[in-house]
């Protein structure tokens, strides 16, 4: 299993401060995805990356900022965190796409006041 | 991307097996068939993944109709520890592919 953690694990924030959380893996993972999960809509995608500096757009990436400088890290950026954005982000990586399996990290917690 | 469609919530007894359905009836030929399951408070986790061919591993099988456009998990015995919400995911073999994932299945498992 690839070493997948994010950091943090839990924060609580308030409207309009920066927030940003981090995704490290130490499996030389090609592929990186961000995912939020709120009741009722499962897990919805943010934004993903496909190599350094290779990044695109998910269905829900509007307030959501990211960026891959390095293979081993993947940072998701609220620049202006809302209510709205209160909920629990999963990172997940694989090595290639197709028969590559997903590792995912164990979500963090984010409530914006 | 291709969709997949799976029933909201299903209900097993515990030590029976579970068949687990989904449908992707625009699955293109390149595309993986991924199961991952969550857990309460815990992150998805991969179950198993097959292309063509049924295929088994220690927690579960995958059975894959001949025209792809179906795949059944089967769990051969569940345990309590199985009640989780089940994912079935296509996956394609591109850099492009977003991976969404659907609203899974909510397995129940009585004892």
């Known amino acids: 299993d690839a070493g997948i953690t994010q950091s943090p694990r839990h924060k609580v924030t308030e409207t309009g401060t920066p927030v940003t959380l981090r995704c490290h893996q130490t499996?030389?993972?090609?592929?990186m995805y961000w995912y939020r999960q709120d009741p009722g809509h499962g897990l919805r995608l943010i934004h993903y990356?496909?190599?350094?500096?290779?990044?695109d757009k998910g269905e829900v990436s509007d307030g959501y900022s990211v960026s891959r400088s390095k293979t081993e890290d993947f940072l998701l950026t609220l620049e202006s965190a809302t209510s709205s954005q209160t909920s629990v982000y999963f990172c997940?990586?694989?090595?290639?796409?197709?028969?590559?399996?997903?590792?995912f990290g164990a979500g963090s917690r984010l409530t914006v006041l | 991307d291709a969709k997949t469609t799976q029933p909201n919530s299903m209900e097993s007894n515990e030590e029976e097996p579970v068949h687990l359905p989904c449908n992707h009836s625009?699955?293109?030929?390149?595309?993986?068939i991924h199961w991952y399951r969550q857990l309460p408070s815990q992150g998805p986790e991969y179950v198993i993944h097959g292309l063509t061919s049924n295929v088994n591993n220690r927690m579960a099988s995958l059975a894959i109709a001949e025209d792809r456009k179906s795949s059944t998990l089967i769990l051969h015995r569940a345990t309590l520890r199985d009640a989780a919400v089940y994912y079935c995911i296509l996956r394609a073999n591109n850099a492009g592919n977003m991976l969404t994932f659907g609203g899974g299945t909510r397995l129940m498992v009585k004892p």
């Open positions: 990356s496909y190599g350094v500096k290779d990044t």
């Open positions: 499996e030389n993972h090609r592929y």
């Open positions: 625009t699955i293109s030929g390149t595309d993986y």
């Open positions: 997940a990586s694989s090595r290639e796409a197709g028969a590559n399996v997903l590792t």
